[in-house]
């Protein structure tokens, strides 16, 4: 499907790669404050996406994102040919709860996703991807210098000008929440767990720790659904057997 990037009123339009996760909702709204957004999933085969999928759905049907967003796009960029069977990403046996954000790297991901969406941006006039990595991610592909540079080769390579637009690079996750508050982003539509337990969050592995945390910093409750919730939120003990 190909379409003008600047079709609709003139509009920029602004790619968002997009999870059903709370950092990727404020960027939708954040970005559709400016630009006409196109939301996009990326599929890679990890255990979770199915759900992950389901939750995005829902937000963006939401009437906070009635106007100012496009349909849903999904694009492919599987990820089980290259990782090993083993993986816990594509085993669905996550990090648990109290371990560090480094045991949760994902090799190559920023690049795989990047890439095949600056195709997809080029085919059609597009020429912003908007993705939302925040202070403090340990990443090598989540530098404000790897995405320049990034953008430097995908857009001498596509012979299209492409940028690859951060703007939560300075945030930490209660900045997002703030944020996100002020725009009403509805959060009982958003799931931020490598491990959903009947559909919801398990509250087990490391990525509901950090949501469950900087909720409680913010000093708002988190409204999603969780299979366990730990007794100690900021010390990160959970009394799992």
């Given at each position: 499907?190909v379409?003008?990037?600047g079709?609709?009123?003139?509009?920029?339009v602004s790619?968002v790669l997009?999870?059903?996760?709370?950092d990727s909702?404020?960027?939708v709204a954040?970005?559709s404050?400016?630009f006409?957004?196109q939301p996009?999933?990326v599929?890679?085969g990890?255990?979770?996406?199915?759900v992950?999928?389901?939750?995005l759905d829902?937000?963006?049907s939401?009437?906070?994102?009635?106007?100012?967003?496009?349909?849903?796009l999904e694009?492919?960029?599987?990820?089980?040919?290259?990782?090993?069977?083993k993986?816990w990403?594509?085993q669905g046996t996550p990090?648990a709860?109290?371990?560090?954000?480094?045991?949760?790297y994902?090799?190559?991901?920023n690049?795989l996703l990047?890439?095949?969406?600056?195709v997809y941006?080029?085919?059609?006039?597009?020429?912003?991807?908007a993705v939302?990595?925040l202070a403090?991610n340990?990443f090598?592909d989540a530098?404000p210098?790897f995405?320049?540079a990034l953008?430097?080769v995908?857009?001498?390579?596509?012979e299209?000008?492409?940028?690859?637009?951060?703007?939560f690079?300075?945030?930490?996750?209660v900045d997002?929440?703030n944020l996100?508050?002020?725009?009403?982003?509805?959060w009982s539509?958003?799931?931020?767990?490598?491990?959903?337990?009947q559909?919801?969050?398990?509250?087990?592995?490391s990525k509901?720790?950090e949501?469950?945390?900087a909720?409680?910093l913010?000093?708002?409750p988190?409204?999603?659904d969780?299979a366990y919730?730990?007794?100690?939120v900021?010390?990160g003990?959970?009394?799992?057997?």
């Open positions: 499907m379409i003008d990037g079709s609709e009123g003139q509009a920029t790619v997009c999870s059903g996760g709370l909702a404020v960027l954040h970005e404050e400016k006409l957004v996009i999933y599929n890679g990890l255990s979770w996406e199915s992950e999928r389901q939750y829902r937000l963006l939401t009437p906070k994102f009635a106007s100012g967003v496009r349909p849903i694009i492919q960029c599987l990820t089980t040919d290259v990782y090993s069977p993986h990403a594509i990090p709860y109290d371990t560090p954000d480094e045991d949760v994902l090799p190559g991901r690049i990047l890439s095949k969406v600056a941006c080029a085919l059609n006039n597009i020429n912003r991807i939302g990595p403090g340990p090598a530098t210098e995405f320049l953008a430097d995908l857009s001498m390579g596509l299209k000008p492409i940028e690859i637009a951060t703007p690079l300075t945030l930490r996750k997002v929440i996100g508050t002020t725009l009403n982003v509805p539509a958003t799931i931020s767990c490598m491990n959903p337990t559909g919801i969050h398990c509250g087990r592995c509901c720790r949501r469950l945390q909720f409680e913010v000093g708002i988190d409204p999603a969780y919730r730990p007794n100690d900021s010390a003990k959970t009394n799992i057997s």
